[in-house]
């Protein structure tokens, strides 16, 4: 199978006669091979990406290239090329698990059993079930039988819009532990999700936020391009806490994060573990937990969404 | 004592010979932010359309504000708010009218619904939008009208169904700090979500697993108990042993 490359060049898109600016010059690229992550919320622009990358709508300006051939020009080529998962199940409801594998391998001009290899471990989850209609199915099932069917085909490209929304914990990790096999198989992969601590499982991610990206590089790089010092604090009156350190002059942003607040201040020369210390006692808080710690990616895209303080003007505006 | 705002007491829902949820027991009390949790069929969703006075159980009971989830259905509609990821609010109506039409349906008056409607507005920041069609705002201020006014009648209970799915991290922030402030008001809050970092911001924690209830506490204790850093890893470690799966 050759290796895929994506090509992304000031790709624009509005709705409604140009009143909504989904999707504003984004511009990013994924190597052959790659596990490239889409992170952000929903509204933020990934599927409409997606469906420009999957020829399935035209951009307003722009260009994208997969495997190099044109999404406007070559879209014949790229169709058969990409396999794609949409966000929402998109499988035939009345259609047996079988049949709707059946379906999509005879579109392609291919048969079940000779791209089995490849969908194998993924395939014998739901063999059991193989007899059921694809509307009876859970939530977990549906999933990968639509995983299956997008790479039926055995597609050089795999876009997977927000495969694990609504998924708990556990088959968030199980659906990832597939994408690996498959992304050891040589398939250029690029996923959206929203949750944030998927972010590092990518090998690149881009951060997007109002059709913008603000950020594309490793998880590993995003961290460290975060600036300045973070701390992290609890007490017995957390909720206090955050109020309290909000209302102060010396702090710069403060938000919960599961059971510690984090914090940045203004200035970054300042002994930061005194001053937030001092805060605390000032407002008579008590078993207080003050650290300094390594910044996630959640961290770096809440920074990144404050810095961008037009974005959320256009979010009140619109 | 605390004053229970749910008693619910080995609550059975049986589909065939399937237990969807199963001799499930808990008290919530006053104003405390009640986070449950579980895999995708776990039984949450059919505990909590019980609980809401939207199904029968097949045995056992819950006091739902004080009302039987097994006669008192009507009574308990009233008393309690409720939003979702998926309901939302009406697109087709401006934000005003949309708050103006649920609390007229939870028997707001309409003096009150006119003094406080515009009060609300102001609050979340939303005034220049305020006559503006609901399905024009992004997502996040959406989920924040949508929780106003499910506590618009002031319920003594709030039940939100994934309230943050899909939300950015930021919006996530400012809806729990807006949970917080109706649980200060007094107002129970209801809250399934998957997002473990917001486990850690509710009182107490409940665990489904296959339609039983495995595990209830405080997120500190859970993590001691299970001797886990994280509530993630509580949650894993619980719903792997799951035997039933999806929906």
């Known amino acids: 199978m050759p290796e895929a490359s994506i090509l992304v060049r000031d790709l624009s898109k509005t709705y409604d006669k140009g009143s909504v600016l989904a999707v504003d010059k984004v511009s990013f690229e994924v190597k052959p091979g790659e596990l490239f992550g889409l992170i952000g919320a929903d509204g933020a622009g990934k599927s409409t990406i997606f469906r420009i990358l999957t020829t399935v709508l035209l951009a307003d300006s722009g260009t994208a290239h997969m495997a190099g051939f044109d999404v406007v020009r070559d879209y014949r080529k790229i169709r058969n090329l990409v396999g794609y998962m949409p966000g929402k199940f998109s499988l035939y409801q009345d259609l047996t698990v079988r049949e709707n594998l059946e379906f999509f391998a005879t579109v392609f001009g291919t048969t079940i059993d000779a791209n089995m290899d490849l969908i194998k471990d993924i395939y014998d989850q739901i063999k059991p079930f193989s007899g059921r209609r694809a509307g009876k199915l859970s939530g977990g099932m549906k999933q990968k039988l639509a995983l299956c069917c997008a790479l039926i085909h055995k597609p050089a490209v795999l876009l997977l819009d927000e495969p694990t929304t609504g998924v708990d914990v556990v088959s968030r990790k199980e659906f990832w ?73 010396e702090i710069e942003s403060c938000y919960a994060f599961g059971d510690y607040i984090h914090i940045t201040l203004k200035d970054p020369s300042s002994s930061g573990l005194e001053v937030l210390n001092r805060i605390a006692m000032e407002n008579n808080h008590s078993n207080v937990q003050i650290k300094e710690i390594k910044p996630g990616i959640e961290d770096s895209f809440i920074l990144l969404m404050s810095q961008q303080k037009d974005l959320v003007q256009l979010t009140t505006t619109k | 004592m605390e004053e229970k705002v749910i008693v619910c007491k080995e609550l059975t829902k049986r589909f065939g010979d399937f237990y969807a949820v199963d001799k499930i027991s808990f008290d919530v009390s006053k104003g405390e932010i009640f986070g449950f949790l579980g895999a995708n069929g776990a039984g949450k969703t059919t505990a909590m359309r019980i609980l809401c006075g939207l199904s029968y159980p097949s045995s056992g009971d819950a006091l739902v ?50 003094d406080r409607s515009y009060k609300l507005v102001g609050e979340l920041g939303l005034q220049k939008e305020a006559k503006k069609m609901v399905g024009s705002l992004p997502l996040g201020w959406k989920q924040k009208l949508a929780f106003s006014v499910s506590i618009f009648h002031h319920p003594k209970i709030v039940f939100l169904d994934e309230p943050t799915g899909g939300v950015d991290p930021v919006t996530r922030r400012q809806f729990w700090d807006m949970i917080y402030d109706a649980s200060a008001s007094g107002i129970t809050i209801f809250v399934t979500t998957h997002y473990m970092d917001e486990a850690e911001y509710c009182n107490r924690i409940s665990v489904m697993v296959d339609g039983k209830m495995e595990a209830l506490d405080t997120p500190g204790n859970l993590k001691t108990k299970y001797g886990s850093d994280s509530m993630e890893d509580v949650f894993y470690k619980l719903a792997r042993a799951a035997k039933r799966t999806g929906d």
């Open chain 1, 177 to 249: 532990e597939m994408l690996k096999k498959l992304k050891a198989q040589g398939i250029t992969i690029i996923v959206s999700t929203p949750y944030m601590d998927e972010a590092k499982l990518c090998e690149r991610i881009a951060l997007i936020q109002n059709g913008r990206i603000m950020s594309v590089d490793t998880p590993v790089n995003i961290i460290k391009s975060y600036p300045g010092k973070l701390f992290a604090a609890k007490s017995n009156d957390i909720y206090k806490l955050l109020k309290d350190f909000r209302a102060h002059p």
């Open chain 2, 65 to 114: 504000a004080g009302f039987s989830v097994r006669n008192q259905q009507e009574s308990i509609k009233k008393n309690i708010g409720y939003m979702s990821q998926r309901f939302s609010l009406y697109e087709n109506l401006s934000i005003l009218e949309n708050i103006e039409f649920f609390g007229g349906v939870y028997g707001v008056s309409r003096k009150e619904i006119k």
